[in-house]
């Protein structure tokens, strides 16, 4: 059988600059992907509006999962039937695993008394604040806004009151993940869950390939889709340590930073001379 691997990126602090966003460093290779056949998946706490724009911009007509697993989009095209347990929505199969946005608000708004001024959250912020929290332009930033699933966190208090709101949160039962800037708010889902599925999806509608997942992240938000992929890529950001993972095996550890990177390991492990 024909080997197929399949990547799965986070994006900011990966495959974009932590910094500027730019993904200068991996067009080359993003284009030569794209010639060997080998899907590139963003697996990201982004919006899907958000995703709309990035694809665009990084020619990618793959599949992408939002808001750390919460929902994948897949382009109605890219598998030859429709996947069980999708909707089809907008020119795409969508695939669920969280509740939606507004529940999440609201058990924000019941802890918002008891933890005053310590936090504030995206659907609370005005645009202007998403930006200057972000880095983000103010039109990016409306985008990162436009939450269906999850709703991030800007922590404001000390380390002692975050663990009591962490744990205030997974009693209300949200599943709380501390991502490189945000503490993300929704229910049980994580980027592994939603790489798992994708990939067996794949796997029975191309019966014929050996798919074979690579996974690339540099945060704890991304430890779940590490531990799950045959091949488990941490990049080294300028601002945290690389995840913490469990597995030992499979791992590599770039030596740059963000997407150089990212465009430094996946060149030394599929086009290697």
Known sequence: MKKQHIIFTDLDGTLLDHHSYSFAPVVSILDKLQQEGIPVIPNTSKTFAELVEIRGALKLTTPFIVENGAAIYIPTHFF?????????????????????????????????????????????????????????SEHDAELA????????????????????????????????????????VSGYSDKGQALTWLLNEYQKQHPDKQCDSIALGDGQNDVAMLEVASLAIRILSPTTPPPELKRTNKVITSHNFGPTGWAECIEAILFKQ
């Open 145 to 184: 806004a436009t939450r269906e699933y999850g709703e991030p966190v800007n922590w404001l208090g000390d380390q002692a009151s975050k663990t009591l709101f962490i744990h205030a949160l997974e009693e209300a039962g949200a599943t709380p993940l501390q991502g490189g800037r945000f503490l993300h």
């Open 80 to 136: 030859p039937q429709q996947p069980i347990g999708t909707i089809e929505k907008s020119g795409y199969w969508l695939k669920e695993f969280s509740p939606r946005v507004e529940h999440w608000v609201g058990v924000l708004d019941t802890l918002q008394a008891a933890f005053s001024e310590e936090f504030e959250h995206f659907s609370r912020m005005s645009v202007k604040r998403i930006s200057e929290v972000t880095g983000l």
